[in-house]
């Protein structure tokens, strides 16, 4: 039996390059929920808020902060997902 990221990635990779990005984008969502789930769980008192933002451009996100819990004094798993065109000086700054 092949694993599932093995699975995941055979059929990613037979996708065109805008669906390719549209699953990764679920992908690493799914991941996000995965993580503030079992730290939820870690901690044990505290849950995380949810701040989405969305720009014309396409651009979007969601930061998910915890604080004040148990284990957890603060903490935050962000995932940002930034359209448009990567200007040269833009690349040199990252």
Same mark, same amino acid.
């Given at each position: 039996?092949?694993?599932?990221?093995?699975?995941?990635?055979?059929?990613?990779?037979?996708?065109?390059?805008?669906?390719?990005?549209?699953?990764f984008k679920d992908y690493l969502a799914a991941q996000?929920?995965?993580?503030?789930? %079992?730290?939820?769980?870690? @901690? /044990?008192?505290?849950?995380?808020? &949810?701040? %989405?933002?969305?720009?014309? @451009? /396409?651009?979007?996100?969601?930061? &998910?902060?915890?604080?004040?819990?148990?284990?957890?004094?603060?903490?935050?798993?962000?995932t940002s997902f930034v359209s448009g065109e990567l200007?040269?000086?833009?690349?040199?700054?990252?």
């Amino acid at each position: 039996m092949k694993p599932a990221s093995l699975i995941l990635l055979q059929v990613v990779t037979s996708l065109s390059t805008t669906a390719r990005f549209a699953a990764f984008k679920d992908y690493l969502a799914a991941q996000q929920s995965t993580m503030i789930a %079992e730290l939820e769980e870690l @901690d /044990g008192a505290a849950v995380f808020g &949810r701040d %989405e933002w969305r720009r014309d @451009d /396409g651009s979007r996100g969601v930061t &998910r902060v915890i604080q004040d819990g148990a284990l957890i004094e603060k903490g935050c798993v962000s995932t940002s997902f930034v359209s448009g065109e990567l200007t040269p000086q833009r690349a040199v700054a990252m």
